[in-house]
């Protein structure tokens, strides 16, 4: 699951909406329970559902269930799974970490805990470059789960793909092949800018010289490339793949973070640094927000004034008017407004109060 999918799911509404939360496993025998609990919540929802409406109202949305439920792959499951239905939609998603068991109806689905843990993870795009096929990862630590809408995977239909290169006297086949691919890419390209558009995450490539170097000359995404590693992966599991190319991605990520510290000391200088969850808050909400800096385990409660404008602190965290944690929500609050989120390590800012907001001006 990425940003692609939960803007989708954002623009969804309607009673019933159907959301179903639960652990999962990746390895016998733990995983022999998933299938048990997978019923059981299932059944749960159901029975809740029939208590407001009658099996005919309920038919669309019971055949949606049904089949997500029948095509649960449990040998390759994750951590995590949701199941997301109503009376025109259907999907499940394998999450790479632990979610709490729950049925949960209501006018919208349930994501907002989803985007809260996806936001605390270390996530980034693998593109695997071939003819045959182009895939796209999303990735998590060292995790990769395949794309499989929007155009991906992707494979070469045309001549010097699929189909046979003209021929004859005179004709550069070479030349013809080498345009053909880069055309190829470029289509490849446009694929992959409206997941790139939505979450703008590090990207790692994989392929051949000759693909990486095609790729090189024709994408309009290089800003967003942390790792190439040269290879043909086309054969290799997405397993193995993911055991591949995480070493080199995490040590990109690793220099992200030092590069945003070093920056964050810059910036402090100039008196473009807030810190404290308050005001960063504060110019998170008034779209000031550039790159947010926060410790990894860094959590705390918060409430508004009545202005809706100050977060102030939570003295009693049970209030009916206390945000759960006030860090999760600038974190979705610098995102939502085009800005960037770096986790650095616990104490990495122990002189801005574990959490520091870089201005844009």
């Known amino acids: 699951m990425n940003r692609h999918d939960i803007q989708q799911l954002q623009a969804m509404s309607g009673y019933p909406s159907l ?46 269930l049904d089949r997500l439920s029948e095509g649960i792959d449990y040998r390759h499951a994750l951590d995590g799974l949701v199941i997301f239905a109503n009376h025109d939609f259907a999907a499940k998603y394998y999450l790479p970490f632990a979610v709490p068991e729950r049925v949960v109806i209501g006018e919208k689905f349930l994501i907002r805990d989803l ?28 995790t990769l789960v395949e794309i499989q809408e929007e155009g ?12 046979s290169l003209p021929g004859g006297f005179g004709v550069n086949v070479s030349a013809i092949r080498d ?49 190439t590693m040269l290879g043909n992966y086309d054969e290799a ?29 810059a910036m402090a200088s100039q008196q473009r640094v807030v810190s404290t969850v308050g005001e960063a808050w504060r110019m998170a909400n008034l779209g000031r927000g550039k790159t947010l800096l926060v410790e ?19 003295d009693d965290a049970t209030a009916t008017d206390v945000i759960p944690d006030a860090v999760d929500e600038v974190v979705e609050m610098v995102l939502n407004k085009g800005g960037e989120v770096v986790f650095t390590e616990n104490g990495a800012l122990e002189k801005y109060q574990r959490i520091a907001l870089v201005l844009r001006y």
Do not use: C
Not at 45 to 64: G, I, M, S, Y
């Open 19 to 64: 959301t179903i939360t639960l652990p999962t496993h990746r390895t016998a025998p733990d995983n022999l329970q998933d299938p048990i609990r997978v019923r059981n919540l299932t059944g749960e929802a159901k029975e809740r559902l029939r208590a407001e409406f009658n099996n005919r109202e309920l038919a669309p949305l019971f055949d949606h």
């Open 115 to 142: 985007v809260f843990a996806m936001n605390r993870t270390s996530r980034y795009w693998v593109l695997a470059l071939s003819e045959q096929p182009t895939r796209l990862f999303e990735g998590t630590h060292d």
């Open 152 to 163: 991906f995977p992707m494979v070469h239909e045309g001549p010097g793909g699929a189909t």
């Open 179 to 227: 345009e053909r691919h880069r055309q190829f890419f470029r289509s490849v390209d446009a694929a992959l800018k409206p997941f790139l558009a939505d979450d703008p995450l590090p990207m790692g490539v994989v392929g051949v010289d000759r693909y990486l170097s095609f790729w090189d000359e024709v994408t309009t995404h290089k800003q967003f490339i942390r790792a």
């Open 237 to 265: 599991s997405t397993h193995e793949l993911a055991k591949a190319i995480w070493p080199q991605v995490e040590a990109a990520l690793d220099e992200r973070v030092q590069r945003s510290l070093d920056a964050l000391e």
């Open 296 to 314: 990894r385990d860094y959590h705390t409660p918060g409430r508004l004034d009545e202005s809706g404008l100050l977060l102030l602190s939570a």
